[in-house]
């Protein structure tokens, strides 16, 4: 069964006061990478695959987007999402990314950020999202990087005096169900190595365009722990190009 935890009330309402649920994109450390590496959104059909609050869908929309569909499992999240929608060409959809089907060759890009690590198969996903996505159409991902999922705990390792001491790496080849915690509470999520995720692209009819490992731009290194966020990726985000 696929796990919800954004539906738990007491979950949902820590999640909801992170910076990246109160500010929107300008509250996500990744944002300005991830954004250089979005498609042209104009006259296009969009899918966001676990679209939480809904901020990139809008965002497509106000860049032109002539539809764009909004996935996601968490009935609390789609009503924040449609709270703050305010265009007639986005519609949301309650469903898990798995069993989420569309019509083949219905959409020019498919977009997910930082959902696809709570699903365990990527090849299925892969598969999926490839049939769906017209003839040179984007696929444009974010992660949990594979460094920051491997050992499962996704803390780091602290000193006597409680400082960090480092980060560790763990496990790495045996991909599969990891239980961090997240807010306080125990979350499922999947860890997959860096060569499941390029291969699981080039071996299923994509083309890589580009990758990146983002760090925090300099106007948030204020923020406190923001710094340490430079001692070890905590992201990946993949744009490919469906070439069939």
Same mark, same amino acid.
């Given at each position: 069964?696929?796990?919800?935890?954004?539906?738990?009330?007491?979950?949902?309402?820590?999640?909801?006061?992170?910076?990246?649920?109160?500010?929107?994109?300008?509250?996500?450390?990744?944002?300005?990478?991830?954004?250089?590496?979005?498609?042209?959104?104009?006259?296009?059909?969009?899918?966001?695959?676990?679209?939480?609050?809904?901020?990139?869908?809008?965002?497509?929309?106000?860049?032109?987007?002539?539809?764009?569909?909004?996935?996601?499992?968490?009935?609390? @999240?789609?009503?924040?999402?449609?709270?703050?929608?305010?265009?007639?060409?986005?519609?949301?959809?309650?469903?898990?990314?798995?069993?989420?089907?569309?019509?083949?060759?219905?959409?020019?890009?498919?977009?997910?950020?930082?959902?696809?690590?709570?699903?365990?198969?990527?090849?299925?996903?892969?598969?999926?999202?490839?049939?769906?996505?017209?003839?040179?159409?984007?696929?444009?991902?974010?992660?949990?990087?594979?460094?920051?999922?491997?050992?499962?705990?996704?803390?780091?390792?602290?000193?006597?005096?409680?400082?960090?001491?480092?980060?560790?790496?763990?496990?790495?080849?045996?991909?599969?169900?990891?239980?961090?915690?997240?807010?306080?509470?125990?979350?499922?999520?999947?860890?997959?190595?860096?060569?499941?995720?390029?291969?699981?692209?080039?071996?299923?009819?994509?083309?890589?365009?580009?990758?990146?490992?983002?760090?925090?731009?300099?106007?948030?290194?204020?923020?406190?722990? @923001?710094?340490?966020?430079?001692?070890?990726?905590?992201?990946?985000?993949?744009?490919?190009?469906?070439?069939?």
């Amino acid at each position: 069964m696929v796990e919800n935890r954004y539906d738990d009330a007491d979950f949902f309402e820590k999640y909801s006061q992170m910076d990246r649920s109160v500010k929107g994109l300008d509250g996500a450390g990744e944002w300005q990478t991830l954004q250089t590496m979005l498609p042209d959104f104009s006259g296009k059909e969009v899918l966001d695959l676990g679209c939480g609050f809904g901020w990139h869908c809008i965002y497509a929309a106000e860049h032109g987007a002539k539809s764009v569909v909004g996935v996601d499992i968490s009935e609390k @999240m789609l009503e924040q999402a449609r709270a703050k929608t305010e265009f007639d060409n986005i519609h949301y959809v309650k469903s898990s990314i798995e069993a989420a089907e569309f019509n083949d060759n219905q959409f020019d890009s498919v977009i997910s950020s930082l959902a696809l690590h709570y699903v365990e198969s990527f090849e299925q996903i892969t598969k999926k999202v490839r049939r769906m996505l017209k003839p040179g159409g984007k696929f444009v991902f974010s992660v949990e990087h594979p460094v920051f999922t491997a050992e499962g705990s996704g803390d780091w390792i602290y000193d006597a005096r409680h400082e960090i001491d480092h980060f560790p790496v763990d496990h790495y080849f045996f991909e599969g169900k990891r239980t961090p915690h997240f807010l306080g509470e125990e979350v499922v999520k999947y860890h997959k190595t860096l060569t499941t995720y390029l291969n699981g692209l080039l071996q299923n009819g994509f083309r890589i365009d580009s990758l990146a490992e983002p760090i925090p731009p300099e106007n948030m290194m204020e923020i406190p722990g @923001m710094k340490d966020e430079l001692r070890r990726p905590m992201m990946l985000i993949i744009a490919a190009t469906n070439e069939k």
